[in-house]
Each structure stands twice: as structure tokens, then as C-alpha cells.
């Protein structure tokens, strides 16, 4: 009689417990389903010198003026991979620009902000063609993506997290070597 009590028991616990991780996993689902879709923007820029230097200096201020926005999930910058040359491939530009934005009110945040127009005044005479290519996207489920370099928030090789004022400087830093004077 006990012995039955308490395999019931243990199959009501088993149950409840089961309910409850369905519950909790329904009411993640939901709530991921209602966060608005991050928003990828990818510029093409083709320059009108055709030049390292010219690509280099337009990658550099690419880093100064658009990496650090807020509700930037992820930022890289930098030149045609020109050694890749499959039929496929589009060449038709000498930098491109990636950002994904945590939504598309932090894109549109970032249209109007100061340093995003700084950098169109101080660099769109350089341009022979910009092609712009926004998109929704979902964020990855496959694992982390390793970063290169120092990124705020997360944890260098010797554990230490890096302030977004660290990032900031070293790539202004890093800029201002680039830019030829």
C-alpha cells in the first residue's frame, strides 16, 4: 500500500514538473515571437579611386563614425575580398558595411545620428556608387561567433570584459593610423 502512495506520488510530481517545463517553453516562444526582427544593413561602397589607401581610409572611418550606436548588435567594416573571384561573386564595390541593428528603431535612430551624418559629409565625395541592402533577420542558433579583437562587453583571452570607452579609443586610435595625412 505505501509502495503504490508513493509511485503515484512520484508519477503527480513527474507530471507537474513536465507541465510545467511545457508552460515555460510555450511562454518563451511567445514572448521570442513578439521581440521585432533585428535589421541588417549592408552597404556596397565603390570608390571613385580605385586604391588600398582609398579603401583603407574609407574602412577607418567606417570604424570611427558607425560601429559604436546604440542598439548595434554586431558591426565589421573592410575591404573586397578581391582574392575571391567565383562567377557569383559581386565586385562591383571596394568596402562594404555590415550592421545589424537590435530592430529597426535603432536603424532608424542611427539614419539621423550626428556621427552617421559626419561620416556621409566627410566621405561622400569619395563615392562613385553606394548600394544599400536591408534586411530582417533572425539571430543565430548554431552557437557563438568568435570576434576578432577586443569587443565591449565581452571577454578578452584573459578574462577581463572591455568597456565600450576602451573600444572606442582604440579605434579612433586605430583610425588615425590608417588616415593618410
Known amino acids: 500500500m505505501m ?3 508513493t509511485s503515484y506520488l512520484l508519477v503527480v510530481m513527474l507530471c507537474v514538473w513536465v507541465g510545467s517545463c511545457l508552460t515555460s517553453l510555450t511562454v ?5 515571437e513578439r521581440e521585432p526582427p533585428m535589421l541588417s544593413h549592408d552597404v556596397f561602397f565603390t570608390l571613385k579611386e ?3 589607401e582609398a579603401a583603407a581610409k574609407l574602412t577607418a572611418a567606417c570604424r570611427k563614425y558607425l560601429a559604436d550606436h546604440p542598439g548595434v548588435v554586431w558591426f565589421a567594416a573592410g575591404p573586397l575580398a578581391d ?3 567565383r562567377e557569383v561573386n559581386d565586385v562591383d564595390f571596394d568596402v562594404a558595411l555590415h550592421v545589424v541593428f537590435k530592430n529597426k528603431a535603432a536603424h532608424d535612430t542611427y539614419q539621423t545620428a550626428e556621427d552617421h551624418l559626419k561620416f556621409i559629409e566627410e566621405n561622400s565625395e569619395s563615392w562613385s556608387k553606394v548600394r544599400v541592402f536591408d534586411s530582417y ?3 543565430s542558433t548554431h ?3 568568435e570576434l576578432q579583437g577586443d569587443q565591449p562587453g565581452r571577454k578578452r583571452e584573459d578574462g577581463k570584459r572591455v568597456s565600450p570607452e576602451a573600444k572606442r579609443a582604440a579605434r579612433k586610435a586605430a583610425a588615425e593610423t590608417a588616415s593618410p595625412k
Open 28 to 32: 518563451t516562444a511567445v514572448a521570442a
Open 3 to 5: 509502495r503504490r502512495r
Open 83 to 85: 582574392d575571391l573571384r
Open 143 to 145: 552557437g557563438e561567433v
Open 50 to 52: 580605385k586604391s588600398p
Open 137 to 139: 533577420v533572425a539571430a
